[in-house]
Every structure is written in structure tokens, then in C-alpha cells.
């Protein structure tokens, strides 16, 4: 049972087999039994969770199921909930209780899910690898000397190790899809303003998105369906955006007639050939469900990483200006006076990996440099915004590799940031366009899951969700499961 | 040699908006500290900014009333410096693209007519209040004003003089008050004024200018322009020069400090909010605001004059404030005979009585309708003008009406000429001597008897009939 999905556990509830407190008691055990090997969760509030649980099953009792009734739901440390620590996995937030709950927590709730804990991630969510965590990196649960990938490692290491029937991630550059595809599970990024980034701790304003993380295409759209929605007290969140019916387009099961395109700027030497190999099978799987595949070109693919590494940090150098030891958070013992009292509160809270993008998106916006770093970088993007807008006027949909690699191991880039921000480089475009993307598992390489990530169209949601669920459909990738925590006979949830 | 002084003046005002700029917090003055606060505008984690629509609808208001351009589509920037009273660590300002340009405003000095340019409105918001005096060595930070919505208003370096800039000062102050955009009252910060001053030679490139902050009355402002322009005179006069920075008045010592220079500037790093979409607005929606403009007061007095026949002088008095032509209005709706009366009896005898109680005229103890209770008085002969002033003076201090003072008092006027007569006779009577002057020759004497008869009557005695009646009986007629 711990590896059934959203939907197989609402049958079982709705069918009585089950009730939310036994469920939620049984996702406690296993989280309980190995947190301890893959630090997935940083809370994890048994009292709290059980509390809902037994509050879910009376409102089931009383008033029937909401659409997430009784449903376990882990969340990323990011976002902020009223009731525990929100930290972001920061040592500057370290033991930080909101006084809120997000936006998306809010809907949420109000749908009957259980908040299942809060998960490990990389600090404010800078990092693909969730090495620069404030609590100590999560592991892979295919591989422990192995990173979950970033920055929602945690949510994506949970739900590939059953720990949590699915999570919720953000997604900047890639922290949805990245740790989805480097745990074999499905991960989806929503148009920008799709969902509500209100009590979302903010790392780039205008790339940050929030959605699920899930073992199958199904269960992403249910969850999707709750997260999105209209936000009055979020300006970016796009009043009268399309509707989407999230459910029945999961419905597809052929690809006839859909314009698949193959952009020749991310299948390039330097990547790893089983993955590659992972990926154009995928593609020809794809074409036999009645695909045309197109060979297209999105030319300014190779400035991405360059421009994101402006503008995020430009934005997230502002963003984190308010950890700043006065209202909340950490400051640092008896301060000389108040530069001091900035210096060493901030410096003492905040990782390397932050440190190093604030003092770089400081210098982007410089008097003397902003023309050429910031200013430079939206015209990228721009161009990179046109690039997609061509290409969607010749496909429907692009399919691409998620990752250039699968999970590397632990440590292996953590003295080099360079080559960690190039492991985002099939996934940063998207943000920049402001596009949805999913990753989907396609596959292993070297007994480690790859992803195969579908881009579509702004609000075209419903054509991602139709092209996964008929490639889910048409094969078994996403039944792969991590052989250490494939424990059906090991007891458990089981 | 000769000196040409250059003033240019941003002005920050406070909106007059029920809630914040970006957050649903009142902005009511003067509540318990940190009181007025939530989230959005303590900068707390993951809280976003939502444009007041109020905010902006006021700024477009006041970009009309300049004669502005009102861009259509406007932005917001990141300005960023930490200070513990911002508690974002950035001001969320319009940087880039200001909401309005290429305004200007009419001023007056002595005689002179003269057209001052304005740059720029542009929409931000306030900062909290740091306190550190008599703290012990803490600062308290209080965080009502955070987040409070601000228009700056950035003028062309064309004022020449102190006096210019106090015009100028003074005509945006009455014109944002006429707009109801902002309560414009300096003591409480919603109307703050920084001064960049240099000085050059007529004929030369303008010279270095500094900027004087912390600049909070009328007054303050003149004496620290005038401060700094005597300091950079004598400065260039010792072969010395002029550095560009940000100098600090205080008005205790009656000078200015350097606070920072040009190389401490902060590098505020601007550059787009993103959390904000740019700021979209309609044709339909200016022109709407345009048509439901209050008057202005330069209309305003224009049309005293016309309207009322008021004279230049008094019109100006008249339409200093709304609330002063609002209660002329409506004294001349309650005395529609005799405009100049009101104008003549508000302007010179209520107004002066109320600043010596230091009452502004919303709160006059005498309403429009009981000052036009006692001109009616006057007009039907009931009390003399002078009797009407120490009636006014009971008025302003017991609230009583006009009627009611004239009738407790016994004030009305004697009309009756027999009564009159009698009260002559009388005097003629006493005073022999000086009647057989007067009969002699001596005119002189008239006013005289006219004060013998007043003082016999008690002011009471109608002046006009006491001249007649005088002329008649003394003439032995």
C-alpha cells in the first residue's frame, strides 16, 4: 500500500478499507523508520498530523470527502504553514513560526489533505542537489551516497521512498523537475501564475512556481487542480487564466495527431549517452502512440543558464534583504552596533550557496554593471520567451531530457558551482519563458531513474498532462521502484 | 560679484488613502506603535505586495491638476538599502517609468507671475519611524507608517529665491489639500520637502549642488535654503568648493551638516519589482478622473472674484484652504444680499477671532448660518456695525445667536426719532456754550454732539438719523 497512488488511497478510503488516521500512522511508521537514512524530512509533527487525520475522518463522517480527504501531503519546507516551523532549511529562519499559512496550504486544507511534515531542501531553494540545506543534505533513495537532486529533494525523495504518497515543490530553475526526474517520480511545474505564490518564501519573484510532486501524471493533476487558482492578494497570479480540466485530460492514451518538437540544442555531446539513450527511446515510444516528432531549434538555449544566474540572484539579493536580525529570524549575540548586528546576523544565518548568489546578484544590479549583467539577462530572456513562441507556432509540445545526467553523488559538485548550475540546463529555459513543464520517469540509466521533460505552451497544462498520461500508459517507468524501500515484504504500510 | 541661485524641491506627500499602498492596514495618525501593522508591511516571509487602486486614482488626480502627462503604463522598482525601519530591506518605489511627467505649477511672487516645472509624480511607499532619543541606548522601531503611500513630487531646478520656493511650496501644499489627496499637515510627515541648492554665476554652467534633508516647516525650509546659499557664496568666495552631498538641517542651531557625500552615496540598486505588473491605465479611466476634478484654487479664486466681486485681496484670503471657501459659501447662501459683507465680515472680523482661540474655521464656534444671522442685523438697521463687532465677540465666545445677544443685551438699535430727539434735547440742553459755538460758526463741532448723543444712547442710537436729527434740532429747526 505505501507505494499506491493518490487516487488508489481515496479508493481505498472512500471504500472504508482504510481511514486517514490509520494512513496517516502508516506513512509515519515508514517516514519514522528511514528518515534517519535519506533526511528527507525536517519536521515531522506525529501529534500534529494524527490530529488532522482523525479531524479528516470525522469530516468524512460527517459532511463526505473532499477532493484530498485524508490524504497525506508532504511539503516543502518553502512554504509557509500557521501551525509548526516554517525554515526554509535556513539557519537565519532556523526555528521560524509563521503566523500564516500559504496561499496553497490554505487550499489545501481546505480540500482535506494531511500536511505530512515539512521536507529537506537546498537553503531558500538555491541549489539542485540539496547539499547547501541548513539540516544536513537528503539522500537518494536509489542510491544513499547519492543527492536527491534539488532544490525540492526532499518532497522528491519522500514520495520515491513511500514516505509520503506525494509532495509539494517549487520550482525556479528546475526544483520541481530535476529531484522528480533523479527520483523516478513525476513532477510538475505550472504556467507562472497558474498557482499563488503567497506564503511562498520567495527566491526569484518572477520565476518561482510551486507545484506537485507525485508518482504518477493522475495524481499531479489532482493535486494541481487544488493548488491552482486565482490569488487576489497575489498580483502575479493571473486572474482568468485558461481553465484546464485537469483530471480528464489524464484521460489520453494515444498521441495521434500531436506535433511532438525535438529541440537539437538539448540533445548535445557532453550528456550522458544512456540518458540520452533513455530519452530518444522515449521519443520513438512516443511516435508509435501516433506522435510526429519534429526536429525544431530554440537557438538562444545556450545563454539560459548565463541569464538565470543574472536574474535570480538579482531578485533573491532584494528577496532576502528582510533576514536582516530585526523582526524574526536569527541575530547574532550582543551586536557592537547596528552594521555589525547586519554583518554577523546575516553572515552567521546564511549558507555559502546564498551567500554567494546574494553577493552575485548585488553586483548584477551595480551602477556600472546593471546594463550589462541585468539589463542583459531580460534581453536573453525576451529572446528566449521568442524562441519558444516559434516554436510552438511549428509543435503542440517539446520533449527534452529533464537532466543531463542522473544523480551524481554526494559532494561530487559541491566545490563547483558552475558545473552544478549547468545540471539545470534543460530546465531553466522554462522558467524564463514563464512555461509549464512536467518530468515524467522514462527509464534507468546505470540503475538510476531518468526524466523526460514535456514543455507546452503557456496554460497548456492539459497538453502536457494528455502527452504523459498516454506515454505513462504505454509503459511502466514510473512503477520503478527504489529496491531499498520496495519493502512489501519487510512489513510496513504493506 | 553676482550670485544666481538654483533651487529645485522633491516633495514627499502622504496620500490621504484609507489603507496602506500595498496591504489592507489603516493609516489612521497617531495609533499605539505597531499597532497598524500585517505581514505584507513587516516584510515577513513569502507575503506579497497588492497595489492600492485608491493610491494610484489620487496620484493621476494630482498629475492632472499639474498639467501632467499621465503614463498609461507605469512600473514599480526595488530600491534597496537596509534600514531597520524598512522592513523589506527595498522600498518599492517607481524608479524606471514615473505614473506622471512634464507637470508644472503657476506661482507668484510680489508681482511677478512664473511657471515652475515639474519632472515627475511618482508612486512609493513610506517607511516606518525609527526612536532613539532617551531610549537608553535601544532604538524602538515603530512600523505604522510602513508601507503608507507616497507620491513624490521631483521639480525642475527653476525656483531662484527662498521666496520662490516657498510659492511654490505653498501652492502644491494648498492645491494637494484642495485635491483631498493628502491631509498635506508637515507636523504629522505628510508633507515633507528636500531642497537641492547650488549657486553659480549668470551666464556659467549651474554649480555643484547639495541636498538639504529633514527640512519640515515653511519656515525651517526658508531659513535652510538661505543657510545654504550664504554657505556656498562665502565658500566660492574663499576659493573654496562647492561638493555634491546630503546635508541635515537643524533647525535647534539654525544650520546644516554634511550627512554623507557623492562617493557614500548608497548604490540603491534599482531595478524592476517583481512581484508587481507593470502599472496598466485606461484613457477611459483618466478622462473620468479628469472630469470629477475638484475645483482648484486658482479656479476658485477666479471665481470669488467674478462670481462675488470679491477683490483680489480677499478672494486669495477666502481660498486659502477648502474649508475657508466652503464656509464662505455657505455664509453667502445664508446672506445671498450683500457678498462683499461676507466677505469683508469672515476675512477681517470672524477670521481674526478665531486665530486669536487658534481655531480653524472648521470648528468655529459661530456657524455660516449664525454669522449671516447677525449681517442680516446689520442690513435691517437692527444693530450698527460697531455694535455687530462686540455682538461677534460674544458669538465666538458663548456660541450664542446673533438675535439672542442684540435682545439679552438690550443691543438693538434706537430708530425711533422721537426717542432720539428727546436724548438731543437733552444734551443741547447741557451743554449751552458749545451750542451757541456751533450756531456761531464753529462746525467743527458737530462730532461733538454726535458722540454725546451715542454715548448718551449707548452706541445704541441709529449714526444716520443722529446726523440728521442733530443737523435739524441744533440748526433750531
Given at each position: 500500500?505505501?507505494?499506491?497512488?493518490?487516487?488508489?488511497?481515496?479508493?481505498?478510503?472512500?471504500?472504508?478499507?482504510?481511514?486517514?488516521?490509520?494512513l496517516?500512522?502508516?506513512?509515519?511508521?515508514?517516514?519514522?523508520?528511514?528518515?534517519?537514512d535519506?533526511?528527507?524530512?525536517v519536521?515531522?509533527d506525529?501529534?500534529?498530523?494524527?490530529?488532522?487525520?482523525?479531524?479528516?475522518?470525522?469530516?468524512?463522517?460527517a459532511?463526505?470527502?473532499?477532493?484530498l480527504?485524508?490524504?497525506?501531503?508532504a511539503?516543502?519546507?518553502?512554504?509557509?504553514?500557521?501551525?509548526g516551523?516554517?525554515?526554509?532549511?535556513?539557519?537565519?529562519?532556523?526555528?521560524?513560526?509563521?503566523?500564516y499559512d500559504?496561499?496553497?496550504?490554505?487550499?489545501l486544507?481546505?480540500?482535506?489533505?494531511?500536511?505530512?511534515?515539512?521536507?529537506?531542501?537546498?537553503?531558500?531553494?538555491?541549489?539542485?542537489?540539496?547539499?547547501?540545506?541548513?539540516?544536513g543534505?537528503c539522500?537518494?533513495?536509489?542510491?544513499?551516497?547519492?543527492?536527491p537532486?534539488?532544490?525540492?529533494?526532499?518532497?522528491?525523495?519522500?514520495?520515491?521512498?513511500?514516505?509520503?504518497?506525494a509532495?509539494?515543490?517549487?520550482?525556479?530553475?528546475g526544483?520541481?523537475?530535476?529531484?522528480?526526474?533523479?527520483?523516478?517520480?513525476?513532477?510538475?511545474?505550472?504556467?507562472?501564475g497558474?498557482?499563488?505564490?503567497?506564503?511562498?518564501?520567495?527566491?526569484?519573484?518572477?520565476?518561482?512556481?510551486?507545484?506537485?510532486?507525485?508518482r504518477?501524471?493522475?495524481?499531479?493533476?489532482?493535486?494541481?487542480?487544488?493548488?491552482s487558482g486565482?490569488?487576489?492578494?497575489?498580483?502575479?497570479?493571473?486572474?482568468?487564466?485558461?481553465?484546464?480540466n485537469?483530471?480528464?485530460?489524464?484521460?489520453?492514451?494515444?498521441?495521434?495527431?500531436?506535433?511532438?518538437?525535438?529541440?537539437k540544442?538539448?540533445?548535445?555531446?557532453g550528456m550522458?549517452?544512456?540518458?540520452?539513450?533513455?530519452?530518444?527511446?522515449?521519443?520513438?515510444?512516443?511516435?508509435?502512440?501516433?506522435?510526429?516528432?519534429?526536429?525544431?531549434?530554440?537557438?538562444?538555449?545556450?545563454?539560459?543558464v548565463?541569464a538565470?544566474?543574472?536574474?535570480?540572484?538579482?531578485?533573491?539579493?532584494?528577496?532576502?534583504?528582510?533576514?536582516?536580525?530585526?523582526?524574526?529570524?536569527?541575530?547574532?549575540d550582543?551586536?557592537?552596533?547596528l552594521?555589525?548586528?547586519?554583518?554577523?546576523?546575516?553572515?552567521?544565518?546564511?549558507?555559502i550557496?546564498?551567500?554567494?548568489?546574494?553577493?552575485?546578484?548585488?553586483?548584477?544590479?551595480?551602477?556600472?554593471?546593471?546594463?550589462?549583467?541585468y539589463?542583459?539577462?531580460?534581453?536573453?530572456?525576451?529572446l528566449?520567451?521568442q524562441?519558444?513562441?516559434?516554436a510552438?507556432?511549428?509543435?503542440?509540445?517539446?520533449?527534452?531530457?529533464?537532466?543531463?545526467?542522473?544523480?551524481?553523488?554526494?559532494?561530487?559538485?559541491?566545490?563547483?558551482?558552475?558545473?552544478?548550475?549547468?545540471s539545470?540546463?534543460?530546465?531553466?529555459?522554462?522558467?524564463?519563458?514563464?512555461?509549464?513543464?512536467?518530468?515524467?520517469?522514462?527509464g534507468?540509466?546505470?540503475?538510476?531513474?531518468?526524466?523526460?521533460?514535456?514543455?507546452?505552451?503557456?496554460?497548456?497544462?492539459?497538453?502536457?498532462?494528455?502527452?504523459?498520461?498516454?506515454y505513462e500508459?504505454?509503459?511502466?517507468?514510473?512503477?520503478?521502484?527504489?529496491?531499498?524501500f520496495?519493502?512489501?515484504?519487510?512489513?510496513?504500510?504493506? | 560679484?553676482?550670485?544666481?541661485?538654483?533651487?529645485?524641491?522633491?516633495?514627499?506627500?502622504?496620500?490621504?488613502?484609507k489603507?496602506?499602498?500595498?496591504c489592507?492596514?489603516?493609516?489612521?495618525?497617531?495609533?499605539?506603535?505597531?499597532?497598524?501593522?500585517?505581514?505584507?508591511?513587516?516584510?515577513?516571509?513569502?507575503?506579497?505586495?497588492?497595489?492600492?487602486?485608491?493610491?494610484v486614482?489620487?496620484?493621476?488626480l494630482?498629475?492632472?491638476?499639474?498639467?501632467g502627462?499621465?503614463?498609461?503604463?507605469s512600473?514599480?522598482?526595488r530600491?534597496?538599502?537596509?534600514?531597520?525601519?524598512?522592513?523589506?530591506?527595498?522600498?518599492?518605489?517607481?524608479?524606471?517609468?514615473?505614473?506622471?511627467?512634464?507637470?508644472?505649477?503657476?506661482?507668484?511672487?510680489?508681482?511677478?507671475?512664473?511657471?515652475?516645472?515639474?519632472?515627475?509624480?511618482h508612486?512609493?511607499?513610506d517607511?516606518?519611524?525609527s526612536m532613539?532619543?532617551?531610549?537608553?541606548?535601544?532604538?524602538?522601531?515603530?512600523?505604522?507608517?510602513?508601507?503608507?503611500?507616497?507620491?513624490?513630487?521631483?521639480?525642475?531646478?527653476?525656483?531662484?529665491?527662498?521666496?520662490?520656493a516657498?510659492?511654490?511650496?505653498?501652492?502644491?501644499?494648498?492645491l494637494?489639500?484642495?485635491?483631498d489627496?493628502?491631509?498635506?499637515n508637515?507636523?504629522?510627515?505628510?508633507?515633507?520637502?528636500?531642497?537641492?541648492?547650488?549657486?553659480h554665476?549668470?551666464?556659467?554652467?549651474?554649480?555643484?549642488?547639495?541636498?538639504?534633508?529633514n527640512?519640515?516647516?515653511?519656515?525651517?525650509?526658508r531659513?535652510?535654503?538661505?543657510?545654504?546659499v550664504?554657505?556656498?557664496?562665502?565658500?566660492?568666495?574663499?576659493?573654496?568648493e562647492?561638493?555634491?552631498?546630503?546635508r541635515?538641517?537643524?533647525?535647534?542651531?539654525?544650520?546644516s551638516?554634511?550627512?554623507?557625500s557623492?562617493?557614500?552615496?548608497?548604490?540603491?540598486?534599482?531595478?524592476?519589482?517583481?512581484?508587481?505588473?507593470?502599472l496598466?491605465?485606461?484613457?477611459?479611466?483618466?478622462?473620468?478622473?479628469?472630469?470629477?476634478m475638484?475645483?482648484?484654487?486658482?479656479?476658485?479664486?477666479q471665481?470669488?472674484?467674478n462670481?462675488?466681486?470679491?477683490?483680489?485681496?480677499?478672494?486669495?484670503?477666502?481660498s486659502?484652504?477648502?474649508?475657508l471657501?466652503?464656509?464662505?459659501?455657505?455664509?453667502?447662501a445664508?446672506?445671498?444680499?450683500?457678498?462683499?459683507?461676507?466677505?469683508?465680515?469672515?476675512?477681517?472680523?470672524?477670521?481674526?477671532?478665531?486665530?486669536e482661540?487658534g481655531?480653524?474655521?472648521?470648528?468655529?464656534?459661530?456657524?455660516?448660518?449664525a454669522?449671516?444671522?447677525?449681517?442680516?442685523?446689520?442690513?435691517?438697521?437692527?444693530?450698527?456695525?460697531?455694535?455687530?463687532?462686540?455682538?461677534?465677540?460674544?458669538?465666538?465666545?458663548?456660541?450664542?445667536?446673533?438675535?439672542?445677544i442684540?435682545?439679552?443685551?438690550?443691543?438693538k438699535?434706537?430708530?425711533?426719532?422721537?426717542?432720539?430727539?428727546?436724548i438731543?434735547?437733552?444734551i443741547i440742553?447741557?451743554?449751552?456754550?458749545?451750542?451757541?459755538?456751533?450756531?456761531?460758526?464753529?462746525?467743527?463741532?458737530?462730532g461733538?454732539f454726535?458722540?454725546?448723543?451715542?454715548?448718551?444712547?449707548?452706541?445704541k442710537?441709529?449714526?444716520?438719523?443722529v446726523?440728521?436729527?442733530?443737523?435739524?434740532?441744533?440748526?433750531?429747526?
Amino acid at each position: 500500500m505505501a507505494y499506491s497512488t493518490l487516487h488508489q488511497l481515496a479508493d481505498k478510503l472512500d471504500s472504508g478499507d482504510t481511514t486517514a488516521a490509520a494512513l496517516a500512522q502508516a506513512f509515519l511508521d515508514r517516514a519514522n523508520a528511514h528518515n534517519g537514512d535519506l533526511n528527507a524530512f525536517v519536521e515531522l509533527d506525529a501529534e500534529s498530523i494524527l490530529a488532522q487525520a482523525e479531524a479528516s475522518d470525522a469530516h468524512r463522517q460527517a459532511h463526505g470527502a473532499r477532493p484530498l480527504e485524508g490524504l497525506p501531503i508532504a511539503i516543502k519546507d518553502i512554504f509557509c504553514t500557521s501551525h509548526g516551523r516554517t525554515q526554509c532549511c535556513s539557519n537565519i529562519l532556523r526555528d521560524f513560526h509563521a503566523p500564516y499559512d500559504a496561499h496553497v496550504i490554505t487550499r489545501l486544507r481546505e480540500a482535506g489533505a494531511i500536511l505530512f511534515g515539512k521536507t529537506n531542501m537546498d537553503e531558500f531553494a538555491m541549489g539542485s542537489s540539496n547539499e547547501t540545506s541548513a539540516f544536513g543534505p537528503c539522500r537518494n533513495p536509489w542510491d544513499r551516497e547519492r543527492i536527491p537532486g534539488g532544490s525540492s529533494g526532499g518532497s522528491a525523495a519522500a514520495v520515491a521512498a513511500a514516505l509520503a504518497p506525494a509532495a509539494l515543490g517549487t520550482d525556479t530553475g528546475g526544483s520541481i523537475r530535476q529531484p522528480a526526474a533523479l527520483n523516478g517520480i513525476v513532477g510538475l511545474k505550472p504556467t507562472y501564475g497558474r498557482v499563488s505564490r503567497r506564503g511562498i518564501i520567495a527566491f526569484a519573484s518572477s520565476l518561482d512556481q510551486a507545484g506537485p510532486m507525485t508518482r504518477d501524471v493522475c495524481d499531479a493533476a489532482l493535486l494541481a487542480s487544488i493548488m491552482s487558482g486565482h490569488d487576489a492578494a497575489d498580483a502575479t497570479s493571473v486572474a482568468n487564466a485558461p481553465a484546464v480540466n485537469w483530471l480528464t485530460s489524464c484521460l489520453r492514451r494515444d498521441l495521434t495527431g500531436i506535433r511532438i518538437g525535438r529541440p537539437k540544442e538539448y540533445f548535445v555531446a557532453g550528456m550522458d549517452a544512456e540518458v540520452r539513450a533513455r530519452v530518444e527511446e522515449a521519443l520513438s515510444t512516443c511516435a508509435e502512440l501516433g506522435a510526429e516528432i519534429i526536429d525544431i531549434s530554440l537557438p538562444h538555449t545556450e545563454y539560459a543558464v548565463a541569464a538565470y544566474y543574472v536574474i535570480a540572484p538579482s531578485e533573491a539579493s532584494a528577496n532576502l534583504s528582510r533576514y536582516d536580525g530585526v523582526r524574526f529570524g536569527h541575530r547574532c549575540d550582543n551586536p557592537d552596533d547596528l552594521l555589525d548586528m547586519y554583518t554577523r546576523s546575516r553572515d552567521e544565518g546564511f549558507g555559502i550557496e546564498v551567500k554567494r548568489r546574494i553577493l552575485t546578484g548585488i553586483f548584477a544590479l551595480s551602477s556600472g554593471y546593471y546594463d550589462a549583467y541585468y539589463k542583459k539577462a531580460q534581453q536573453v530572456r525576451t529572446l528566449i520567451r521568442q524562441d519558444f513562441a516559434e516554436a510552438f507556432a511549428k509543435v503542440d509540445l517539446i520533449a527534452t531530457p529533464t537532466s543531463p545526467v542522473t544523480a551524481v553523488k554526494l559532494g561530487e559538485n559541491r566545490d563547483d558551482p558552475i558545473t552544478m548550475y549547468l545540471s539545470d540546463i534543460y530546465t531553466i529555459a522554462v522558467n524564463l519563458a514563464g512555461l509549464p513543464g512536467l518530468s515524467q520517469p522514462c527509464g534507468l540509466a546505470n540503475g538510476l531513474p531518468v526524466g523526460l521533460q514535456w514543455i507546452a505552451p503557456a496554460w497548456r497544462e492539459d497538453q502536457l498532462l494528455g502527452a504523459a498520461a498516454a506515454y505513462e500508459a504505454a509503459t511502466a517507468w514510473h512503477q520503478q521502484r527504489p529496491a531499498a524501500f520496495d519493502d512489501a515484504n519487510q512489513g510496513g504500510v504493506a | 560679484m553676482s550670485w544666481e541661485v538654483i533651487i529645485g524641491l522633491e516633495i514627499h506627500v502622504q496620500i490621504n488613502t484609507k489603507t496602506k499602498a500595498f496591504c489592507g492596514c489603516s493609516t489612521t495618525f497617531g495609533a499605539e506603535p505597531n499597532t497598524q501593522t500585517c505581514p505584507v508591511c513587516l516584510g515577513m516571509p513569502g507575503q506579497l505586495p497588492v497595489l492600492n487602486s485608491e493610491a494610484v486614482q489620487k496620484s493621476i488626480l494630482t498629475g492632472l491638476a499639474i498639467c501632467g502627462q499621465i503614463n498609461l503604463a507605469s512600473k514599480f522598482d526595488r530600491k534597496n538599502y537596509f534600514y531597520p525601519d524598512l522592513p523589506k530591506g527595498y522600498q518599492i518605489t517607481q524608479f524606471a517609468v514615473p505614473l506622471v511627467e512634464h507637470g508644472h505649477i503657476d506661482i507668484r511672487v510680489g508681482d511677478t507671475e512664473k511657471r515652475i516645472g515639474i519632472t515627475r509624480i511618482h508612486m512609493e511607499e513610506d517607511a516606518g519611524k525609527s526612536m532613539h532619543e532617551g531610549l537608553d541606548g535601544v532604538s524602538h522601531i515603530d512600523l505604522n507608517r510602513s508601507g503608507v503611500p507616497l507620491m513624490e513630487i521631483v521639480s525642475e531646478p527653476d525656483m531662484r529665491s527662498a521666496d520662490e520656493a516657498i510659492a511654490y511650496l505653498k501652492q502644491l501644499h494648498q492645491l494637494v489639500r484642495f485635491l483631498d489627496v493628502s491631509g498635506a499637515n508637515m507636523e504629522k510627515g505628510q508633507f515633507r520637502c528636500d531642497a537641492n541648492v547650488s549657486v553659480h554665476q549668470p551666464g556659467t554652467p549651474f554649480g555643484t549642488r547639495a541636498e538639504l534633508k529633514n527640512l519640515n516647516s515653511f519656515r525651517f525650509i526658508r531659513q535652510a535654503i538661505d543657510y545654504e546659499v550664504n554657505r556656498q557664496i562665502e565658500l566660492i568666495e574663499d576659493g573654496g568648493e562647492v561638493v555634491q552631498e546630503t546635508r541635515l538641517y537643524d533647525s535647534a542651531k539654525g544650520e546644516s551638516r554634511a550627512m554623507r557625500s557623492k562617493e557614500e552615496a548608497h548604490d540603491y540598486r534599482y531595478f524592476p519589482e517583481p512581484d508587481l505588473p507593470p502599472l496598466q491605465v485606461s484613457e477611459q479611466e483618466v478622462a473620468s478622473i479628469r472630469a470629477a476634478m475638484p475645483e482648484r484654487p486658482s479656479q476658485l479664486r477666479q471665481r470669488f472674484e467674478n462670481e462675488y466681486g470679491l477683490s483680489a485681496y480677499d478672494a486669495d484670503v477666502l481660498s486659502q484652504t477648502r474649508e475657508l471657501a466652503d464656509y464662505f459659501e455657505a455664509l453667502v447662501a445664508c446672506h445671498e444680499t450683500d457678498s462683499k459683507r461676507c466677505a469683508n465680515w469672515m476675512a477681517n472680523e470672524l477670521l481674526g477671532r478665531l486665530k486669536e482661540q487658534g481655531c480653524e474655521i472648521d470648528h468655529s464656534p459661530v456657524t455660516p448660518r449664525a454669522l449671516a444671522g447677525l449681517l442680516d442685523r446689520i442690513a435691517d438697521d437692527t444693530i450698527s456695525g460697531k455694535i455687530a463687532k462686540d455682538v461677534l465677540d460674544a458669538m465666538v465666545e458663548g456660541g450664542e445667536s446673533a438675535d439672542a445677544i442684540i435682545e439679552t443685551k438690550g443691543l438693538k438699535q434706537v430708530t425711533d426719532s422721537g426717542t432720539i430727539d428727546a436724548i438731543i434735547d437733552k444734551i443741547i440742553a447741557a451743554n449751552p456754550n458749545q451750542v451757541a459755538q456751533y450756531r456761531g460758526g464753529k462746525d467743527k463741532l458737530f462730532g461733538f454732539f454726535v458722540g454725546q448723543v451715542m454715548k448718551a444712547s449707548r452706541g445704541k442710537a441709529n449714526p444716520a438719523m443722529v446726523n440728521q436729527r442733530l443737523k435739524n434740532l441744533l440748526a433750531g429747526m
